[in-house]
């Protein structure tokens, strides 16, 4: 419709009362006028209950609380690196800005490895415009984490403490803290929006167990914590979905169950190991199993098996009949896994998750699928290679 319109002027208002924080009233409330026409009224809440940040007796904090108590262990992480070196203009240096958060009173400090990626020099701010210069402990960009340290004095420093990224749940009130565009120490408060998401890491590996929330992250929050109401952090802010480059409320946190180990190996070993196995595979659909006749309904195709790779030296076989099924692309003639040490596998991420809990050297128990025989197949887990199939 044209402005001015009747649509146009009920919208301002919807608009206005949500930039204002409305409070969701449910659906379904019913309004009869004069001429004997119902009208439908139906509100949408677009922010948590005030009352998910309360203090209670379980330990729930308001907002302000958390912010109070965990904003002065948030930093703000500025990298510079060399871009290029012009015969003609010399070095030319970039700067990337994004968040982190100290862990302990011996001055290290988490945040993202795409925030310190190829960084020549990095410096943390906690407040105003005093930079500290930072040491890199050690990166893994299979998890986009990185591990920095800084020598200022214990007193001066306020860890915030590790929560248990399992024990969190679909609707658990959130706060996120960051830097985002480089405003110092924002908060914004949200939802646990879903669990077990999977994100790309900077080197094309997979991140699981991922946190996705609807509290408001924008560009410079990457590296800050997300916490729960008790102020507690449970993951790493690290990515958002959006099609303008904006926050459009599905933002992503690497878990902070993940982080426990990323940082505990960078601190010991100065980096991260991971086990590899080296396939690529395809989950059996149901139009799959019925029109080519496969022996098991349920179980991973191995579409490939990388050159080199434990697998490989393990003897397991890669499809190679490339078919299409009602508009998915599949490859057959390969082994198909249908356990690992014993737990059934019915997607990728099932035996990737089992790989994901042990170390390089470990023995991995595959039964698998060949043709019309069953068979158990031992594998040593390699360490994962810095790129997928490399």
């Known amino acids: 419709m044209e402005a001015g319109s009747g649509w146009t002027r009920m919208g301002s208002l919807v608009l206005a009362g949500l930039l204002g924080g409305g409070v969701a009233v449910g659906i379904g409330a019913a309004v009869t006028s004069d001429s004997g026409v119902e009208t439908v009224i139906r509100t949408v809440s677009l922010t948590p209950p005030v009352s998910s940040f309360q203090a209670s007796e379980n330990g729930a904090q308001s907002v302000q609380q958390i912010y109070e108590q965990a904003g002065p262990g948030v930093v703000q992480v ?51 415009d005093d930079r500290v210069p930072a040491k890199i402990v050690g990166s893994d960009p299979s998890t986009d984490l990185a591990v920095l340290k800084i020598g ?16 969190v749940r679909v609707g658990d009130a959130v706060v996120a803290i960051g830097n985002p565009f480089g405003l110092e120490r924002s908060v914004t408060a949200g939802i646990v929006s879903a669990l077990q998401r999977d994100i790309m890491a900077p080197n094309g590996f997979t991140i699981d167990k991922v946190i996705q929330t609807d509290a408001p992250i924008n560009h410079g929050n990457s590296g800050g914590p997300l916490l729960n109401a008790r102020g507690e952090v449970i993951g790493v802010n690290s990515q958002i979905e959006s099609e303008t480059g904006g926050n459009v409320g599905i933002g992503f946190a690497v878990p902070v169950n993940t982080v426990k180990e990323v ?11 991971h086990a590899y196995l080296g396939v690529e595979m395809q989950a059996i659909s149901d139009e799959l199993s019925q029109t080519f006749n496969l022996p098991v309904d349920e179980g991973l195709l ?27 692309s599949y490859v057959l003639g390969g082994d198909i896994v249908t356990r690992a040490d014993g737990q059934s596998v019915a997607a990728p991420d099932d035996l990737r998750r089992v790989v994901m809990e042990k170390d390089p050297g470990d023995s991995l128990t595959l039964d698998i699928q060949r043709g019309d025989s069953q ?16």
Request: hydrophobic fraction near 35%; aromatic fraction near 4%; avoid cysteine.
């Open 302 to 328: 191995v579409a490939n098996v990388v050159d080199g790779s434990p697998a490989q030296e393990a003897g397991l076989k890669g499809g190679d009949q490339a078919v299409i099924v009602e508009g998915t």
């Open 375 to 390: 068979r158990t197949v031992s594998v040593t887990l390699g360490r994962q290679p810095a790129l997928p199939g490399g």
């Open 78 to 128: 500025t990298s510079t690196s060399v871009v290029s070196d012009s015969p003609f203009f010399g070095p030319q240096a970039a700067t990337s800005l994004g968040s982190g958060f100290v862990v302990d009173k011996d001055g290290y400090i988490v945040t993202n490895y795409h925030v310190i990626e190829a960084a020549q020099e990095v410096e943390v701010n906690f407040s105003g």
């Open 263 to 273: 940082v505990a190996q960078i601190k010991q070993n100065g980096r991260v190991e």
């Open 152 to 167: 200022t004095q214990a007193r001066a420093l306020t860890p915030l403490p590790l929560g248990n990224s399992d024990a």
